[in-house]
């Protein structure tokens, strides 16, 4: 029976899991977002950027899901519990009740190099592990972000899911029945030692036919996965205090990564809200140039090599599309577009009613000057790995007398305001930055450079930064010339050896931040009634990058049980899974975009160094 229906439904009690809630699984191409609950509420196919074909974080009512969960004819407590098979990127999600414990185990086998094979699958097994559970599983599908319609064939081992741009199969060893509502549903008990299997699988077009996999090629697909993750995870050098946290950062960043070109989107998801109810809801499915210095030397430190030398590549690349001036934007697609066009999805209510969600990112059109110092900090990094080309330095350098002439313009900033430009003290910092690297690079491996003029800026902007940047009223670096505000992108004046950790205009700073910025070791961006403004009015929770940037600063400058405390507290905040959302609300509640790579990317770099710190060799 053929049936079509719009991408609508009602579920799940019209209520939203608490981001937090979520673990992630993926096959270096997408993600999927499982909640406590054993539903997937988020998944965009073929690959991160793509459209959601399941959207419920964003709209409970209209978005999708793929929930698979325990029922009761009457009110029954049951316990929910994730965790990840140890080294893996394998979810469990467990139900805990009086009668039964009941199991459902996640996972996205991994795409071969040099696979053609267009399908991404999601594998799911059910299982009772004690006792008797009953068990509902639906699959309602909402593709292109709810707005196109589908219909649903019944096949005899499972349902045809079929839209204008895409075709889902799920194959079931159990019968499954239209729900009316555009999706398929199926009731169903499992007894001790039981387990039940269901196969999403995508294709581009109609060319799909369910089959329900075995339980001997289910163990198969999870043992391979399973070898897959271990022995990536393997390659890990770090074997510090904070092993297991460390782990499962890179385990998340590898998770972010699109394997077909080796860049890492910022998070996997769109407009979670930095404020429930606020403006503040972004799409973070991109790469920014900005990340790119924490990535690599994340990667590099860790051992990861054939991680960072790809990322590299990806960076490499865009410094051969320079604009027809010279200079570059601040974010790309994952395949290095370079068209970000945002626009708002208005029939979509929002997490929890937080509008609007966007789509693409409007921030790629700003003038971002700190992006160069965070690239040329990156390139740094990795020749002492691998030796850049001579084509990417002579692009550097062009780079550089592009940013040469404009370095003193006002600009968004690191923190992409949308209320007008201003002359950001951090911007000036990385422009340092830039010409500090890369005459490093030119001394290093003896590349031609106009060592005198840029040496020459890079004094200028010096002494620049310390008689505007500073404001002797308030004995703190400030956010941008001509204000008192504070900022907590100055700690990064430690991290990237502008100043030394010790010199007193830091120690005043720190101190400054730590008194108006910081909430026990939370540490905010900025204060916004005091600051440049944003352009958005509305509050936000603490950023969590920040906190981490606060520990790892205190622990250059000698003061380390201020910051191991700081990062103690902050490794309480990470959700049951160790994962991270961008903020951290003022009941700890995680808010933005989920899981996101920049803190993960200061978490590994805090507690590496920290270690190195109170092991007594760290080098300030």
């Not at 793929?66 to 994730?82: A, K």
């Not at 559970?133 to 972000?145: D, I, K, Q, R, S």
């Not at 499915?285 to 991680?307: C, N, P, V």
């Not at 020749?383 to 062009?398: F, K």
Request: net charge negative; proline share 4%; charged share 20%.
């Amino acid at each position: 029976m053929v049936q079509e229906r719009a991408a609508a439904l009602p579920q799940k009690n019209n209520t939203y899991q608490p981001i937090e809630d979520y673990g992630v699984i993926g096959d270096l191409h997408t993600v999927a977002l499982v909640g406590k609950d054993g539903a997937i509420d988020w998944c965009c196919i073929p690959r991160f950027d793509a459209p959601s074909v399941f959207g419920a974080l964003l709209d409970v009512n209209k978005g999708g899901t793929f929930r698979i969960s325990p029922t009761f004819e009457q009110t029954t407590s049951v316990g929910r519990r994730q965790m990840y098979l140890p080294e893996t990127n394998i979810l469990i999600t467990r139900f805990l009740t009086v009668d039964g414990v009941g199991e459902i185990t996640d996972f996205m086998p991994i795409k071969q190099p040099g696979s053609k094979v267009l399908q991404h699958h999601i594998i799911r097994e059910v299982k009772v592990v004690r006792g008797s559970l009953p068990f509902e599983v639906v699959c309602t599908p909402a593709f292109n972000y709810a707005r196109d319609t589908h219909t649903v064939t019944l096949s005899e081992h499972g349902a045809i899911f079929h839209s204008q741009s895409l075709s889902l199969g799920l194959a079931s060893t159990l019968p499954l029945e239209e729900d009316g509502r555009g999706g398929v549903r199926a009731n169903f008990t499992l007894h001790q030692n039981q387990s039940a299997y269901f196969v999403l699988e995508s294709a581009r077009d109609h060319d799909l036919e369910p089959q329900p996999i075995s339980a001997r090629r289910y163990q198969a697909a999870f043992e391979e996965t399973m070898t897959y993750w271990q022995n990536w995870l393997s390659q890990c050098q770090y074997q510090g205090r904070w092993r297991e946290m460390v782990q499962r950062s890179a385990l998340v960043l590898k998770l972010l990564t699109y394997a077909p070109t080796g860049a890492i989107v910022a998070a996997p998801t769109t407009s979670l809200p930095e404020t429930l109810g606020g403006a503040r809801n972004w799409d973070y499915r991109y790469t920014w140039l900005r990340d790119a210095s924490f990535t690599i030397y994340s990667l590099l430190i860790l051992g990861f090599y054939q991680e960072a030398e790809a990322f590299m590549g990806w960076l490499d690349a865009r410094c051969h599309e320079l604009k027809d001036n010279g200079s570059l934007q601040p974010m790309y697609t994952i395949t290095g577009g370079h068209d970000l066009q945002e626009f708002t999805l208005d029939h979509l209510e929002g997490y929890r009613k937080s509008s609007p969600v966007r789509i693409g990112n409007g921030a790629y059109k700003q003038k971002q000057l700190d992006i160069y110092g965070e690239l040329m900090d990156s390139i740094f990094i990795f020749d002492r790995h691998q030796d850049i080309s001579y084509d990417l330095w002579r692009n550097l350098r062009r780079l550089l007398d592009w940013l040469g002439e404009h370095w003193q313009e006002p600009d968004e900033g690191i923190w992409e305001v949308r209320g007008g430009q201003k002359d950001f003290v951090h911007s000036r910092v990385m422009s340092w930055v830039a010409f500090d690297r890369a005459a490093r690079i030119s001394h290093h491996r003896g590349l031609p450079a106009p060592l005198d003029r840029w040496n020459q800026i890079s004094a200028q902007i010096y002494e620049e930064i310390m008689e505007k940047g500073w404001d002797a009223k308030t004995n703190s670096f400030i956010q941008y010339y001509g204000s008192d505000a504070i900022d907590a992108s100055s700690l990064l004046m430690v991290l990237t050896k502008f100043t030394g950790p010790t010199d007193p205009r830091m120690h005043r700073t720190i101190n400054r931040i730590q008194q108006e910025l910081t909430s026990d070791s939370h540490v905010y961006r900025y204060i916004p009634s005091k600051a440049a403004s944003d352009g958005l009015g509305s509050t936000e929770g603490t950023f969590s990058p920040c906190s981490f940037w606060l520990a790892e600063t205190l622990a250059r400058s000698g003061r380390l049980n201020e910051a191991r405390l700081v990062l103690e507290k902050m490794l309480t905040y990470s959700n049951h899974l160790g994962l991270y959302a961008e903020e951290i609300g003022p009941t700890g509640e995680a808010l933005g975009n989920f899981p996101q790579a920049f803190t993960h990317l200061a978490l590994i770099s805090t507690c590496y160094n920290m270690d190195r710190a109170l092991n007594g060799t760290l080098l300030r």
